[in-house]
């Protein structure tokens, strides 16, 4: 009978010369470390004679020279030429058959519970991964208080470039811009209009229509000693954005071009005589000009998102900032 | 004389032939991949087969030619946003500039992968143009039509977050307006934005998270879907270009096929394989 694919006998068949050989580069290992003079060299003897007979009756099949094939070893009595196998199809079943009328057999049972438990097993490893990919994004994160140095550096009624970082530990990324302008008091009050220049179309960084005095930039150290940059400018045209052209007024009303909103602005405190930026929000449209200026103030969004009008019911929940 | 000098020169062909065919043979009976391979690269295709249909083998070469790049890339590039103080530049940007100025063969690889990723995108398109002229998308290869958009959409979302990656100016703008144009999305949109971000604001977080989805998460689901695209054409058949005379059954220089069917109209490759008598 000619055996099955698979179940070939093995030729050649089982030797002693791989052990033999195992047995010599144990014996150069050891060497190595109790007498590399003496000991590896003989292991090393051993490895190279028990290689080589290895070698040898391994490639015996292709040399041509006789071969003695060893039956494989399987259990049972060796197989009667005379008996025809059973095929497996025919056999006696390794479970037995369910009972007539039986509604759960216990196959049905292993076989759900096998089901269950992978599934139970692949939720314990999987729903904690995937919640630490997805929630960390979501934490609440605040934004730290920025000391932007003596109020008395913003001249009353100028507009002043204002560069600051968010967190200056991790540099350029956190580099954010306003432009500020003192408005002097409202009932006793400092007032102050604080523009960040974040587009409300897509987040790029607004530029100022009209001059940049860069020659009278000023460097100020605010109070946790991070580096702020003060440029005088006259945004007369209002402020305009390099990327998809949006055009906004000086008290950041959209005037033309895909944005959907004003510019977002800080809320601020004077501590001390000191200017202290707050929290961003976002604006939906600004009335007026300057400290009598009426804000439509709303909780900060994305650029893009509308804040008023019927749009704002695609933009229902916000994450927590 | 010459007699013999044969029959000693051809018994030691028939013992090297031996040995170069006992590994193979070896492979194959543990394995079953000599012949699957021989299965694959062996198969039938229509005769009036023509260049355009290079272009998907085209794609994938380009897709190995990054990931075999990137792979490469990935042993020095930092995806670290942290400033050196004494350079007052990043790690990352720093690493990308090490890469481009000072490493051997630098400046080749990151440039086979940064111009390779535009070659794999334009084949992409390429590929998926003829696969729409010619009709190939039609019964029964409509699954493979969408396995393929998805592809496209990894592939662009490879490109996406592979940008951010040299850390500079431009890398940080176009990043900041792909992540608002997704924050935009109807009622979703800020969520996503805010897990592409790692948060509120685009920082050191949302680095390593580009990374880790650049090289690990979306090749990975590319790989597993080329094998899936391949498994089908292989299942399918390619088929063949419109103007066929051999698929419409009118092509009087060959002999027609029993059935009279080939091509376009018939059901599937390996159906028409199994019709000619299986022999292959």
């Not at chain 2, 088929?239 to 109209?265: H, I, M, V």
Request: glycine share 12%; net charge neutral.
């Amino acid at each position: 009978m000619e055996p099955q694919h698979g179940d070939r006998p093995h030729s050649p068949g089982p030797s002693v010369y791989p052990i033999g050989f195992a047995a010599g580069v144990a014996c150069i290992l050891v060497g190595l470390i109790i007498n590399p003079k003496l000991i590896a060299p003989i292991g090393a003897a051993i490895a190279i004679v028990f290689g080589f007979l290895w070698a040898r009756d391994a490639t015996k099949e292709f040399r041509g020279a006789p071969v003695h094939p060893v039956q494989p070893e399987r259990g049972g009595p060796p197989p009667s030429t005379d008996a025809a196998a059973v095929p497996a199809d025919q056999g006696e079943a390794a479970m037995p058959e369910p009972e007539p009328g039986e509604r759960f057999p216990r196959s049905k049972f292993l076989e759900f519970s096998t089901l269950g438990l992978g599934g139970v097993i692949g939720g314990l490893v999987t729903v904690p991964a995937l919640g630490f990919m997805v929630i960390p994004a979501y934490r609440k994160q605040g934004y730290p208080m920025v000391d932007l140095g003596p109020l008395t550096n913003f001249t009353e009624g100028k507009w002043f470039v204002t560069k600051f970082f968010m967190h200056p530990e991790t540099g350029d990324v956190s580099h954010r811009t306003a432009y500020i302008r003192n408005n002097g008091f409202l009932n006793g009050k400092p007032s102050l209009t604080i523009i960040s220049n974040r587009c409300a179309h897509l987040g790029c960084p607004v530029q100022p229509n009209g001059p940049v005095q860069d020659n009278q930039a000023k460097e100020i150290k605010g109070k946790n000693g991070q580096e702020i940059t003060m440029i005088p400018t006259i945004p007369a045209g209002g402020y305009g954005c390099p990327c998809h052209g949006g055009q906004y007024d000086s008290e950041g009303n959209r005037v033309s071009g895909p944005p959907v909103r004003a510019l977002d602005r800080y809320d601020f405190e004077v501590v001390d005589g000191r200017l202290v930026l707050g929290k961003p929000y976002s604006v939906a449209h600004v009335d007026g000009e300057g400290k009598n200026a009426r804000i439509h103030k709303y909780k900060l969004t994305g650029p893009g998102e509308h804040v008023d009008g019927w749009e704002q019911i695609f933009y229902p929940l916000q994450p927590p900032h | 004389m010459a007699v013999t000098t044969r029959t000693r020169k051809s018994a030691r062909r028939r013992q090297l032939e031996a040995a170069i065919n006992y590994p193979i043979d070896w492979l194959e009976e543990r394995s079953g991949l000599i012949g699957g391979l021989r299965y694959f690269l062996f198969r039938k295709v229509p005769g009036d087969t023509n260049w355009f249909h290079t272009l998907g083998s085209a794609t994938l070469t380009a897709f190995l030619v990054q990931a075999l790049t990137g792979v490469i890339l990935a042993m020095y590039y930092q995806p670290d946003a942290t400033v050196n103080p004494a350079t007052g530049t990043s790690a990352a940007y720093g690493s990308i500039q090490h890469i481009t100025n000072d490493l051997t063969l630098g400046w080749l690889v990151r440039g086979m992968h940064k111009w390779g990723a535009s070659v794999f995108i334009i084949l992409l398109f390429f590929h998926m143009a003829r696969v729409f002229l010619f009709g190939a998308y039609k019964y029964p290869r409509e699954l493979n039509w969408i396995i393929g958009v998805i592809l496209l959409v990894f592939g662009m979302l490879e490109g996406f977050t592979g940008y951010l990656l040299p850390w500079d100016q431009t890398a940080y703008w176009a990043t900041v307006v792909g992540i608002n144009l997704n924050g935009t999305a109807p009622i979703l949109g800020p969520f996503l934005a805010d897990f592409l971000r790692g948060g509120a604001e685009i920082g050191g977080d949302t680095l390593s998270r580009f990374y880790s989805l650049h090289m690990l998460l979306l090749p990975g689901a590319i790989f597993a879907l080329i094998g899936l695209h391949l498994y089908l054409v292989i299942r399918l058949g390619v088929t063949s270009p419109p103007w066929s005379r051999e698929a419409a059954g009118t092509d009087w220089n060959e002999k027609p096929s029993e059935n009279g069917r080939s091509g376009l109209t018939q059901p599937s490759g390996r159906s028409a394989w199994r019709r000619n008598g299986g022999d292959a």
